[in-house]
Every structure is written in structure tokens, then in C-alpha cells.
């Protein structure tokens, strides 16, 4: 309901990009007389700063579509009152104020507010290595940092970048530099590269990485720059190894920007995001909270924690826009932290849950893995992916999924996601009716695959074991053929090829436990199933099969 024109609800938001932007738009949508001002401390109310990376490596030519709309639109077209350049410095909550610093004017300002919306977002962390600064070291966060970046590459010439960090941008940016023909070092303090997958899934990328030239560098710490006046010339790691470069983009991980909200005494969680309601409001109902700076559900554990994409800022700022303006609205909703990256010719993408993150949180959990197409085999293109299903054991509810091939991994990952958002479960998986056609899927889709996979593993037709599990005990059939095993040699098991189990099964003892062993983990099953229906008690598959298992050594 729109409030009376004589006496408009007055908005603040402050601070733009997904989250502010969104809120200040959608405000405008439920109120049409709110009188909606943004407090932006930078010079742009909105940009694409998920596309920084891709300008970089002139993948989007054009700097001007990064801009996602100006303050000339927002009044043009929905008469809200962008003012950037502000820095908001305080908020007095008994007085419903905010003041700060107009800073293209160097003069104070003080605003009142009947509805307060905060979305100041989240900052990089700045290494200490990064200190004195370096005109050639930099984040990549911001318009300015990326110009800042391109200036780099054009006016030094450079043909050697280090990047710090194998997040998801961190990859984004060293396959963008790749691309434009730099030599490249990924360093990353850690054991692996992305970190909601797990590990053998990572692996994956680490050797594509490698096969495209990059110089990998796993828990790997950077202790000072080699200094060339006011640039840098190499990074120094902590086992003495200096890597001499002409660029180095630091992407170490963010933290929220909570300072104006803690000050002024707004709740903060254990997470150290801003605590928030279903409706994003704050624990002052006049004061709403979006984006990076906040807490949300997750879908998987229930509990709240920082979850930075994009994705739930835009949504997170939504609700609390139209919240702010009208007093009801619907509910955020839980978050999976559903994401994707592509890495040069690969794509990975994950939601919910982990089995690295459910293992350390003590929480039972089974999973499985499998190898397909991403449509129909015969016909041409079909690029093969994994998916790995991650499940419970009592009922069967998905906990999380992870992807990596070709194309086609993010359909899968979003179907699955789709289905954890409503509780689903392997077995209603199993059942979804999705779209086949030779071009696009299989009439029994990589999705179907996975959750057979997981629901023969709960039912125990058989169960599987994990692609790092230890064989030692166990009678090890390995059914792949002779070239297969030349070329990955597993030492202690039994050959017998699929085709000729048939005939030779009674080579085996069905009084030892049994593991049956493929490529990929089909063929297995096969052999599995046949080896149970003629008495074997106990005959497990090794989910992932030798392509996975290859990744643990």
C-alpha cells in the first residue's frame, strides 16, 4: 500500500550494488510516494562486479556494460534520489538519522529515516604482504581496481601475473590472463582450490590447471614482495621459492563490512554477519540488512552463516525493499550457497554440503559418484561430467551435490539444488520429469543416474565405498579390460573383464567380502549385482570407480 503523498515514507538505503540497488528499486515498485534516497560512498550506484574478471581478459569488451545502471536512471525512471560519493559515518537509531561525509564536497550531511536499509556489502582482506602498497599489486573488487588493472596490462607490457587465492574469482582471473597470454602462478594457502568441493573433485581442476600451463602452488604461503621501488617484481613464498612476476591480483577471501551496524549496537552473529529476520530486518525493526554484511539460513544445516554470492544479495535485498515499503512481504528463504566457475575448457559447480564440512561437523552422510554425458551418447558433442550426491543415511535427504566436466553441469546442479530448496530426498530425485531430446539430455539424465546410484547404495543393491577406500582385506574384482588396467594399474585385484564375468565368477570366494572395481563406477554395479545374486553376502562398488581413485594418490 502506498503511503499518503503529503506525508511519503522516507527510504534510506545505504549502499548500492546487488543488494542496495535491488532494495531501492523493488521500494519504488511497492510504494510509488516513498521518498527513496542511496548513499553510495563510490563514485557507481551499480555495476556487474561478477564481470570484472571476464573485461580483464577482454572476454566483455566493452567497459560501459559492466555498469548495470546509473543514478541519471534511477531518477529517470523511478525517481529515487542516488547520491554517491557519501560516506555514511554513523547512525543514531533514538533520532532515526544517519550523518557522514559528503566527499565530492568535502561537507558533513545528516539524513533522517522512517525505514533504514543497509547494505554496505563486504571488503577484501588485505594481506600483510600487501603492505607499503604496490602499483602492481591489486585486488580485483571494484571499477577503479580493475581499471587500475587494465592500466597494468597494457601501459607495462606484462607477461607474468601471480594470483593469490584459488577461489572462485581467483580461478576466474588467472583463466582471463591465461587467455590473454600471460604466464601465470596460482597461490593458494591451502591444499586445494575451492573449498566447497571436495578434494578429489578439486583435483580435477588441478590437473587441468597444470595441462593449461599454470603454475599451481597448494599450501603455499606468500611472505613478502620482492620490491622494485613502488612495484613489484616477484612474491617471496615461505619455502624460500621466489616467483618473479609483473602483476599480482590478491583475491585472499572477504570479510563483511558490519563496522556501521556494530557501532551502532545492531545485533552481529557468531559468523560475524549482521543478525537478520525471514523479512531481513535487523534487530532494530526500522533497520533492515542485505547482501555480503549479513547472515543468512542455510538450506542444509538450518543455522545461520555468511554466505557472499550474489545470488542471495539481490534476492536478500528484494525482500527488504519491498518489506521497508509495504511492512509485509515474502520470506528470504533458506540459501545453499549454489555456485558455479568455469576454469578454461572445465565447469564445476556445488550446492549445499560438502563431505569434507559434514565430516568435521560430526554429520552422518553417505554419497556417490558418477560419470555421464551430458546428453544423449550417439549423438554428437556429448561432453562427459561427474556429479557426486551427497545424502543422508536415515531418509535419504540430499545434503548437497557437487558437478565438473563439460557442458551441462549447471542444469544438473541447478535441478539439484531445486530439489534440496524443497527437502527433496534421492528418491523423489529419481522421480523428477525432466526434458529429453537427443541435443539437450538422456532419457535417463545424469540427475536420474545420481540419485539410482545413491538409492541402490541406501537399499544396499549394493551399497559403494568411497573412492579413497582402503581394498586391503578385501577381494578386489576388477572388471575393466586389459588396456584400462595397463594404463591405471590396481595392484592386488582380481581381473576378470565384465564380459566374462558371466563364465568366470566361480573364480571367485563368495565367502570374502568383495569389492567390484570399473573405470567409472557402471560396470561395477553390474558386476556387483551379479556376484550378490549368486551369493556373495557381502559385495560393495567403488562409487567414482578408478578415474576418481586416481585423483587420491
Known amino acids: 500500500m502506498s503511503s499518503p503523498a503529503s506525508n511519503p515514507l522516507q527510504i534510506v538505503v545505504v549502499g548500492g550494488v546487488a543488494g542496495g540497488a535491488s532494495a531501492a528499486a523493488r521500494a519504488r515498485r511497492v510504494d510509488a510516494t516513498a521518498k527513496i534516497t542511496v548513499l553510495e560512498q563510490g563514485s557507481y550506484v551499480s555495476f556487474a562486479n561478477c564481470g570484472l574478471p571476464y573485461h580483464v581478459g577482454g572476454e566483455i569488451a566493452e567497459r560501459s556494460r559492466l555498469l548495470v ?22 547512525i543514531d537509531r533514538d533520532r532515526k538519522t544517519v550523518s557522514g561525509i559528503d566527499r565530492s564536497r568535502g561537507e558533513p550531511f545528516e539524513l533522517a529515516y522512517d525505514r533504514l536499509i543497509l547494505s554496505t556489502g563486504s571488503e577484501p582482506i588485505t594481506p600483510e604482504f600487501m603492505r607499503p602498497e604496490c602499483r602492481n599489486v591489486r585486488h580485483l573488487w571494484t571499477l577503479p581496481d580493475m581499471d587500475a ?58 590437473r587441468h590447471l597444470r595441462d593449461r600451463g599454470v603454475a599451481l602452488h597448494l599450501s603455499a604461503d606468500i611472505v613478502s614482495l620482492v620490491r622494485d621501488g613502488d612495484r613489484a617484481a616477484g612474491v617471496e613464498l615461505a619455502d624460500g621459492q621466489v616467483l618473479d612476476t609483473d602483476l599480482v ?18 545485533a552481529i552473529g557468531k559468523t560475524g554477519g549482521v543478525v ?17 554484511m549479513v547472515e543468512y539460513t542455510h538450506g542444509g544445516l538450518g543455522e545461520a552463516m555468511r554466505i557472499p554470492l550474489a545470488g542471495p544479495a539481490n534476492r536478500s535485498g528484494r525482500i527488504a525493499g519491498a518489506h521497508a515499503a509495504a511492512g ?6 533458506a540459501v545453499l550457497g549454489t555456485s558455479i566457475v568455469r576454469v578454461f575448457e572445465l565447469t564445476a559447480a556445488c550446492t549445499g554440503l560438502n563431505e569434507a564440512f559434514l565430516s568435521y561437523r560430526g554429520i552422518e552422510h553417505r554419497s556417490v559418484i558418477i560419470e555421464a554425458a551430458h546428453h544423449a551418447g550417439y549423438f554428437p558433442g556429448a561432453e562427459s561430467m561427474r556429479l557426486k550426491l551427497v545424502y543422508a ?35 523423489q530425485l529419481a522421480q523428477l520429469d525432466l526434458a529429453y531430446a537427443p541435443p539437450y539430455g538422456s532419457a535417463k539424465d545424469p540427475v536420474h543416474m545420481a540419485a539410482f546410484a545413491a538409492i541402490n547404495d541406501l537399499d544396499s543393491r549394493p551399497s559403494v565405498v568411497p573412492p579413497d577406500f ?76 578408478m578415474s576418481m581413485r586416481s585423483l587420491e594418490s
Open 69 to 90: 545502471t546509473t543514478a541519471e536512471l534511477f531518477w529517470n525512471r523511478f525517481r529515487i534520489d542516488v547520491r554517491t560519493g557519501h560516506s555514511v559515518t554513523a
Open 149 to 206: 588493472i587494465m592500466t597494468e596490462l597494457s601501459a607495462a607490457e606484462a607477461r607474468r601475473a601471480v594470483v593469490v587465492g584459488g577461489g572462485f574469482v581467483g580461478l576466474e582471473v588467472v583463466e582471463q590472463l591465461a587467455n590473454r597470454g600471460l604466464s601465470v602462478a596460482l597461490v593458494e594457502r591451502g591444499d586445494q582450490v575451492l573449498k566447497p568441493l571436495d578434494r578429489h573433485f578439486a583435483e580435477i581442476i588441478h
Open 249 to 266: 591480483i590478491v583475491g585472499a577471501g572477504v570479510r563483511p563490512r558490519t563496522g556501521l551496524a556494530s557501532e551502532a549496537g545492531l
Open 276 to 292: 537478520v529476520d525471514e523479512f531481513q530486518r535487523t534487530s532494530d525493526e526500522s533497520i533492515y540488512a542485505v547482501g555480503d
Open 328 to 333: 509485509s512481504s515474502e520470506p528470504m528463504g
Open 393 to 427: 543415511p536415515a531418509d535419504g535427504r540430499i545434503l548437497g551435490a557437487q558437478g565438473i566436466g563439460g557442458e551441462g553441469v549447471d542444469k544438473r546442479i541447478d535441478v539439484i539444488a531445486t530439489a534440496m530448496h524443497f527437502g527433496g530426498t534421492v528418491y
Open 470 to 545: 582402503e581394498l586391503d582385506g578385501y577381494q578386489v574384482v576388477d572388471v575393466r579390460t586389459a588396456g584400462e588396467r595397463e594404463r591405471l594399474p590396481l595392484d592386488g585385484a582380481v581381473s576378470i573383464p565384465i564380459d566374462e564375468l558371466a563364465d568366470r565368477w566361480g573364480e571367485l570366494d563368495p565367502d570374502l567380502p568383495t569389492i567390484a572395481v570399473c573405470h567409472s563406477g557402471k560396470r561395477a554395479h553390474v558386476a556387483a549385482c551379479w556376484l550378490r545374486g549368486h551369493g556373495f553376502a557381502d559385495v560393495r562398488n567403488l562409487t567414482g570407480g
